[in-house]
């Protein structure tokens, strides 16, 4: 599944990329301008007339004999989907997983564990009420869609002098961090002891 996405965002089939792209971005500017029920429902109905129209022709077909009016997407009817025991379990444990992981991040930032990443995590949501008051939820979701499909084609391109400055921007913010734990009361003691207690479990093993 993921190398299927990765190739989608990458171009390599440029025919199915360019559908996939089209139909998201002609359907989130329709949204644009109509409701989500009047979209979704007009995507249904031109989905049901497309299918009908061609069960419709194949029966023609098969009454003037030039068919056996089977029904054409018979394939797809015959794929199984329902999900075994383990496939169950599987899936289960996967989203009970992700559940608890982001509860335990929430928590973490949002009841203050690491002062510093509740501060980063405060900053950003500062900037994102700017955001907010310029673009709303649509635009920056046709922007992402925008990004998705060209900034992975722009890094395989670019990756070299992308990922030099990467590491000069990453060194700065590292930086500023140990300056911001530095000046900030407990903070670099707790640094202190955690990096005493791991150089002397280092030596004891």
């Known amino acids: 599944m993921g190398s299927k996405v990765a190739d989608l965002l990458y171009w390599k089939d440029t025919r199915t990329s360019g559908v996939v792209f089209t139909g998201l971005m002609v359907?989130?500017?329709?949204?644009?301008?109509?409701?989500?029920?009047?979209?979704?429902?007009?995507?249904?109905?031109?989905?049901l007339c497309g299918t009908i129209s061609l069960r419709v022709y194949r029966k023609v077909l098969q009454a003037v004999h030039r068919g056996d009016g089977a029904n054409p997407f018979q394939a797809y009817l015959d794929?199984?989907?329902?999900l075994t025991r383990e496939q169950t379990e599987r899936w289960s444990q996967q989203i009970a997983?992700?559940?608890?992981?982001?509860?335990?991040?929430?928590?973490?930032?949002?009841?203050?564990?690491?002062?510093?990443?509740?501060?980063?995590?405060?900053?950003?949501?500062?900037?994102l009420t700017?955001?907010?008051?310029?673009?709303?939820?649509?635009?920056?979701?046709?922007?992402?869609?925008?990004?998705?499909?060209?900034?992975?084609?722009?890094?395989?391109?670019?990756q070299a002098q992308i990922d030099q400055y990467v590491?000069?921007?990453?060194?700065?913010?590292?930086?500023i961090k140990a300056k911001i734990r530095a000046k900030i009361p407990g903070t670099g003691a707790l640094s202190s002891a955690a990096a005493a207690a791991s150089g002397s479990k280092a030596k004891a093993e």
Do not use: W
Request: hydrophobic share 60%.
């Open 27 to 47: 359907s989130l500017l329709c949204l644009l301008h109509f409701s989500i029920v009047s979209v979704a429902a007009h995507v249904a109905l031109l989905l």
């Open 79 to 82: 794929v199984d989907l329902t």
């Open 97 to 127: 997983s992700h559940v608890v992981s982001t509860a335990t991040q929430l928590r973490h930032f949002f009841l203050v564990e690491d002062l510093v990443d509740s501060l980063k995590l405060a900053l950003l949501f500062y900037i």
């Open 130 to 158: 700017f955001v907010g008051a310029v673009f709303n939820g649509l635009t920056l979701l046709i922007l992402g869609v925008i990004a998705l499909f060209t900034v992975p084609l722009l890094y395989r391109q670019h």
């Open 167 to 175: 590491g000069l921007v990453t060194n700065q913010l590292s930086h």
